[in-house]
Protein backbone atom coordinates (compact mmCIF):
# COMPACT_ATOMS: atom_id res chain seq x y z
CA UNK A 1 0.00 0.00 0.00
CA UNK A 2 1.29 3.33 -1.05
CA UNK A 3 1.91 4.79 2.57
CA UNK A 4 2.63 8.76 1.04
CA UNK A 5 -0.24 9.02 -1.29
CA UNK A 6 -1.15 12.47 -0.90
CA UNK A 7 -5.16 13.23 -0.98
CA UNK A 8 -5.16 15.33 -3.99
CA UNK A 9 -4.81 11.65 -6.10
CA UNK A 10 -8.47 10.99 -5.02
CA UNK A 11 -9.79 14.32 -4.24
CA UNK A 12 -12.98 15.85 -5.97
CA UNK A 13 -11.57 19.03 -7.51
CA UNK A 14 -14.52 19.48 -9.88
CA UNK A 15 -16.78 20.93 -7.38
CA UNK A 16 -20.49 21.91 -6.98
CA UNK A 17 -20.05 24.97 -4.67
CA UNK A 18 -22.69 27.20 -3.42
CA UNK A 19 -22.02 31.03 -2.48
CA UNK A 20 -23.10 32.61 0.56
CA UNK A 21 -25.72 34.50 -0.48
CA UNK A 22 -27.82 31.36 -2.45
CA UNK A 23 -30.57 30.37 -0.37
CA UNK A 24 -31.37 26.66 1.17
CA UNK A 25 -33.57 25.69 -1.58
CA UNK A 26 -30.60 25.78 -4.18
CA UNK A 27 -28.50 23.77 -1.51
CA UNK A 28 -31.30 21.34 -1.16
CA UNK A 29 -32.28 21.19 -5.30
CA UNK A 30 -28.14 20.40 -6.01
CA UNK A 31 -27.47 17.80 -3.28
CA UNK A 32 -30.69 16.11 -4.89
CA UNK A 33 -29.18 16.41 -8.29
CA UNK A 34 -25.96 15.92 -8.29
CA UNK A 35 -26.23 13.01 -5.19
CA UNK A 36 -23.53 14.96 -2.73
CA UNK A 37 -23.96 15.37 0.40
CA UNK A 38 -21.70 17.99 1.35
CA UNK A 39 -21.50 21.24 -0.45
CA UNK A 40 -18.79 24.07 0.31
CA UNK A 41 -19.86 27.54 0.48
CA UNK A 42 -17.84 30.32 -0.84
CA UNK A 43 -17.81 34.07 -0.57
CA UNK A 44 -15.58 35.15 -3.89
CA UNK A 45 -13.12 33.04 -3.83
CA UNK A 46 -12.58 32.47 -0.05
CA UNK A 47 -14.17 29.12 1.63
CA UNK A 48 -16.56 30.22 3.90
CA UNK A 49 -18.31 26.89 5.28
CA UNK A 50 -19.59 24.27 4.11
CA UNK A 51 -23.44 22.87 4.49
CA UNK A 52 -24.05 18.87 4.87
CA UNK A 53 -27.40 17.11 3.74
CA UNK A 54 -27.73 16.59 7.38
CA UNK A 55 -27.55 20.50 8.28
CA UNK A 56 -30.38 20.54 5.77
CA UNK A 57 -32.51 17.74 6.85
CA UNK A 58 -32.87 19.03 10.65
CA UNK A 59 -34.84 21.90 8.75
CA UNK A 60 -37.37 19.73 7.18
CA UNK A 61 -40.23 17.97 8.41
CA UNK A 62 -40.57 16.46 5.13
CA UNK A 63 -39.61 12.84 6.11
CA UNK A 64 -41.75 12.96 9.35
CA UNK A 65 -44.95 13.55 7.84
CA UNK A 66 -47.04 13.89 4.67
CA UNK A 67 -47.45 17.25 2.80
CA UNK A 68 -45.01 18.90 4.85
CA UNK A 69 -43.69 20.49 1.56
CA UNK A 70 -44.92 23.85 2.49
CA UNK A 71 -43.40 24.17 5.91
CA UNK A 72 -39.91 23.23 4.89
CA UNK A 73 -39.90 25.69 1.83
CA UNK A 74 -40.75 28.37 4.24
CA UNK A 75 -38.06 27.30 6.51
CA UNK A 76 -35.67 27.54 3.94
CA UNK A 77 -36.82 31.10 3.07
CA UNK A 78 -36.59 31.95 6.85
CA UNK A 79 -33.03 30.70 7.03
CA UNK A 80 -29.44 31.92 4.62
CA UNK A 81 -27.40 29.99 4.16
CA UNK A 82 -25.07 31.51 6.87
CA UNK A 83 -26.99 30.41 9.74
CA UNK A 84 -26.66 26.61 8.87
CA UNK A 85 -23.33 26.03 7.59
CA UNK A 86 -20.31 24.72 9.15
CA UNK A 87 -18.71 28.22 9.95
CA UNK A 88 -14.70 27.86 9.30
CA UNK A 89 -14.22 24.40 9.01
CA UNK A 90 -11.30 22.00 9.31
CA UNK A 91 -9.55 22.05 5.66
CA UNK A 92 -6.58 19.72 4.89
CA UNK A 93 -3.69 20.91 1.83
CA UNK A 94 -3.58 19.23 -1.35
CA UNK A 95 -0.25 17.45 0.09
CA UNK A 96 -1.78 16.25 3.06
CA UNK A 97 -1.68 12.38 3.16
CA UNK A 98 -4.87 10.17 2.69
CA UNK A 99 -3.74 8.55 6.24
CA UNK A 100 -3.58 11.83 7.53
CA UNK A 101 -7.12 12.75 6.35
CA UNK A 102 -8.56 9.09 7.00
CA UNK A 103 -6.88 9.32 10.34
CA UNK A 104 -8.68 12.82 11.08
CA UNK A 105 -12.16 11.56 9.27
CA UNK A 106 -12.22 8.20 11.92
CA UNK A 107 -12.07 10.57 14.83
CA UNK A 108 -14.28 13.73 13.43
CA UNK A 109 -18.29 13.75 13.76
CA UNK A 110 -18.30 15.02 9.70
CA UNK A 111 -17.43 13.00 6.60
CA UNK A 112 -15.94 15.96 4.60
CA UNK A 113 -12.91 17.76 4.38
CA UNK A 114 -12.26 21.05 1.95
CA UNK A 115 -9.14 20.89 0.36
CA UNK A 116 -7.58 24.10 0.11
CA UNK A 117 -3.87 25.45 -1.69
CA UNK A 118 -2.48 28.37 -0.78
CA UNK A 119 -6.33 30.17 0.72
CA UNK A 120 -8.03 28.50 -2.27
CA UNK A 121 -10.71 25.84 -2.25
CA UNK A 122 -9.15 23.58 -4.88
CA UNK A 123 -11.40 20.10 -3.73
CA UNK A 124 -12.87 18.33 -1.20
CA UNK A 125 -12.47 14.99 -0.04
CA UNK A 126 -15.11 12.90 1.80
CA UNK A 127 -15.13 9.44 4.08
CA UNK A 128 -16.65 7.50 0.60
CA UNK A 129 -13.38 9.03 -1.42
CA UNK A 130 -11.19 7.31 1.25
CA UNK A 131 -12.84 4.09 1.50
CA UNK A 132 -12.77 3.46 -2.59
CA UNK A 133 -9.03 4.46 -1.95
CA UNK A 134 -8.88 1.66 0.14
CA UNK A 135 -10.91 -0.69 -1.49
CA UNK A 136 -8.78 0.03 -4.70
CA UNK A 137 -6.09 -1.10 -2.59
CA UNK A 138 -6.73 -5.00 -2.92
CA UNK A 139 -7.41 -5.42 -6.44
Do not use: W
Not at 17 to 35: G, I, Q
Amino acid sequence: MKKRTPVSSIMTSKMVTVNTNDDLRKVSDLMKKHHIRHIPVVSGDKLAGVISQTDVMRLSFGNLFDGQTEADEAIFDMLKIEQVMVHHPKTVSPNDTIRDVATYLAQAEFHALPVVDDNKLVGIVTTTDVIKYLIDQYD
